[in-house]
């Protein structure tokens, strides 16, 4: 298909010179684009199908360089992408320098924040609409927040929601329903909005609609009458969203989210309601293209896949084992042998590799949806009467449970154990994902142990000792490869390094999974003449001081390397306890995240841009080589 409309859109001013018609070509150029985008490689998929409609519709009636729009999460943002000027740039789409997966402020003044974490959107369209009405700007302007039902149970959305009625005149939330997190949506909420659906205004129960709205008078201004019929209809019962308008909101729908006309009409008729406006604008994940509606679970952001047609698609997976697998077969295991166990996930099931667990064992799974700090809670109060929680969630989104991993957990020391997935560089994803505040954030609770495995090999022991260990237990691991060292593994025990050799010439200390690149590192460095010892550090949490202060005072030089931030990490452990000791630290060297947010680009890239693959490592031991041949 061309994209002969497409291609004329510089920026969404050039909608208004469209007639209707033409808008739905360009919904259905749109969905070609993005379909063959994911012909090229992985992204977000279905919502983006989903949202192209709502996306037209939106900046078709509001001036978002004036009026505020954020998209909840941001991973649907690619048609909004498109119609903000980044259509010539679009196949750059997630690849190191292209354009980023979610909004980015760099990018356009159409994204206003750099969004991928679910829910914060109605705090921030409420708190710019609070501010443009404290500035008063001479024109008012609307803050609308588009958010999906996955997104919409979070905590913080009901913290805006009960804040909204005082704070803001301009508020329009769009509940984008399309009845799926990543996986089926769950909860309370995800019933509540089914209900709306049924309601007559959605199914079309035109009569008793009819009936009741008759009684307003046709005449007079079309909006009066739409916010008249509204009170009409909710007075009569028939409106439903009771639970949004007991809390201040003016609710609106449910509508059908891919007609245009219908959209347009509708944000027209809420732009001149005074208060808060929740409209329910009803979506179908994937709409448009076959395969991502059959199975939306997949085509959330499916690998690459060859496209024949609207039907047939071969998927490219990927071969390789990555360590999501080996946690889920051990989280199994365990649920297998100790019913004590059980299993919590914050909606990513599918991400966390736990749907056949869900399915043999559904008494012990618990899916909270995006509820991270309930999770931990929840947890929590099950660890306290004797169960085993397993808390999977994405470092990342764990920072959400930030005080309950404190307080609940650590605080009261309860056998909780974290299983921290993609902690490191999430690649593509980029600044929103990468798990790299994690060592520093959890090394501060006293009574938590940390772990980190540094291969496969690890992380099956270090789970089996936390659901031993009377306290709370954090491992954390990689979004990558499960790479297995060629060794003799030594058992794990608490607090212990694995030391794989001793060197005479400098020692590398790897806390977590970039041990198998020490591992390369150090082979090069024999070959050319440098004998480089290798410790496993496996514990950040606590520190074995022994063999770590060993190494400083032994070697003529030290490298800790972690994916992490090396503000708080596993370096600064180091330094903390070599200074503790009265030991001179000069001769060790930090390998880890700087002090700065790292862009979006496939792992492997990001991290020898950083000297942190097995070159870097190389090169900063040939540096500190040279240095200390020279001091001697
Ligand atoms: C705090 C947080 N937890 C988990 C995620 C992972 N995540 C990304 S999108 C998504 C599903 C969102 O569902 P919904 O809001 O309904 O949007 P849809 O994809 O259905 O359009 C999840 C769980 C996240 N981005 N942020």
């Given at each position: 298909m061309t994209q002969k409309i497409l291609s004329t859109i510089q920026s969404p001013d050039d909608l208004g010179n469209l007639s209707l018609p033409q808008l739905e070509q360009l919904a259905d150029e749109m969905r070609d684009v993005l379909c063959n985008l994911i012909a090229c490689r992985s992204a977000h998929f279905a919502s983006n199908l989903g949202v192209v409609e709502l996306c037209i519709a939106l900046h078709d009636t509001f001036d978002f360089r004036r009026d505020r729009l954020i998209w909840d999460t941001g991973h649907q943002v690619y048609p909004h992408k498109l119609l903000t000027g980044r259509f010539s740039k679009f196949d750059t789409m997630r690849t190191k320098g292209g354009l980023m997966g979610y909004p980015n402020p760099a990018e356009s003044e159409y994204d206003l924040f750099m969004t991928g974490h679910a829910g914060a959107s109605v705090s921030t369209a409420l708190g710019l609409a609070s501010g443009d009405?404290?500035?008063?700007?001479?024109?008012?302007?609307?803050?609308?927040?588009?958010?999906?039902?996955?997104?919409?149970?979070?905590?913080?959305v009901f913290e805006a929601m009960n804040n909204a009625r005082r704070q803001s005149e301009k508020l329009l939330v769009v509940l984008n329903d399309n009845q799926m997190s990543i996986c089926p949506r769950?909860?309370?909420?995800?019933?509540?909005?089914?209900?709306?659906?049924?309601?007559?205004?959605?199914?079309?129960?035109?009569?008793?609609?009819?009936?009741?709205?008759?009684?307003?008078?046709?005449?007079?201004?079309?909006?009066?009458?739409?916010?008249?019929?509204?009170?009409?209809?909710?007075?009569?019962?028939?409106?439903?969203?009771?639970?949004?308008?007991?809390?201040?909101?003016?609710?609106?729908?449910?509508?059908?989210?891919?007609?245009?006309?219908?959209?347009?009409?509708?944000?027209?008729?809420?732009?001149?309601?005074?208060?808060?406006?929740?409209?329910?604008?009803?979506?179908?994940?994937?709409?448009?293209?076959?395969?991502?509606?059959?199975?939306?679970?997949?085509?959330?952001?499916?690998?690459?896949?060859?496209?024949?047609?609207?039907?047939?698609?071969?998927?490219?997976?990927?071969?390789?084992?990555?360590?999501?697998?080996?946690?889920?077969?051990?989280?199994?295991?365990?649920?297998?042998?100790?019913?004590?166990?059980?299993v919590l996930t914050a909606a990513m099931c599918q991400g966390n590799k736990l749907e056949k667990i869900r399915d043999e064992f559904p008494e012990r799974f618990f899916d909270t949806g995006i509820c991270e700090s309930h999770a931990v809670a929840f947890a929590a109060g099950q660890a306290k009467v004797g169960m085993r929680p397993i808390v999977d969630i994405y470092s990342t989104f764990l920072q959400r449970a930030y005080d309950h991993i404190f307080q609940e957990v650590a605080l009261q020391n309860l056998p909780v154990t974290f299983m921290l997935d993609r902690g490191g560089l999430a690649g593509p994803d980029g600044p929103t994902h990468h798990g790299v505040f994690d060592f520093g954030y959890l090394r501060v609770f006293p009574n938590l142990t940390v772990m980190a495995p540094g291969d496969a090999h690890d992380l099956p022991a270090m789970l089996d000792f936390s659901l031993k260990h009377e306290g709370p237990c954090a491992i954390r691991y990689p979004k990558a490869a499960a790479v297995e060292i060629d060794r003799e593994v030594a058992p794990l025990e608490f607090g212990k390094s694995e030391v794989l050799s001793w060197g005479t010439d400098g020692c590398l200390i790897a806390c977590g999974a970039l041990l198998p690149r020490c591992v390369e590192a150090a082979t090069r460095l024999r070959q050319q003449g440098l004998d480089i010892g290798i410790i496993n550090a496996r514990f950040l949490k606590p520190l074995d001081t022994e063999a770590i202060l060993r190494a400083i005072r032994e070697c003529s030089f030290v490298v800790t390397v972690e994916e992490a931030a090396l503000a708080g990490g596993f370096g600064s452990a180091v330094l903390e306890a070599t200074a503790d000791a009265g030991i001179d630290a000069s001769r060790v060297r930090r390998l880890g995240i700087p002090d700065h947010y790292i862009e979006h680009g496939e792992r492997d890239e990001l991290l020898a841009d950083l000297g942190m693959d097995a070159v870097g490592i190389v090169d900063a031991c040939k540096e500190l080589a040279g240095n200390s041949i020279r001091a001697l």
């Open positions: 009405e404290l500035l008063r700007k001479e024109e008012s302007r609307h803050s609308v927040a588009v958010i999906g039902d996955g997104a919409f149970p979070s905590g913080v769950v909860g309370g909420v995800a019933d509540y909005l089914d209900r709306l659906r049924i309601n007559p205004m959605y199914t079309g129960l035109k009569d008793e609609i009819a009936n009741v709205l008759s009684k307003v008078p046709l005449l007079g201004d079309p909006t009066e009458r739409f916010i008249v019929q509204l009170k009409e209809a909710a007075k009569a019962g028939l409106s439903g969203g009771m639970m949004f308008e007991d809390m201040g909101f003016r609710y609106v729908g449910p509508i059908d989210g891919h007609n245009i006309g219908l959209l347009r009409k509708y944000f027209k008729m809420v732009q001149r309601i005074e208060g808060p406006v929740l409209l329910h604008v009803v979506t179908e994940k994937g709409h448009g293209f076959t395969p991502a509606v059959a199975d939306p679970v997949l085509y959330h952001a499916p690998p690459q896949f060859e496209r024949r047609e609207n039907e047939i698609v071969t998927l490219k997976k990927s071969s390789s084992r990555a360590y999501t697998h080996v946690a889920s077969e051990a989280i199994e295991n365990q649920l297998r042998n100790n019913s004590r166990v059980t």
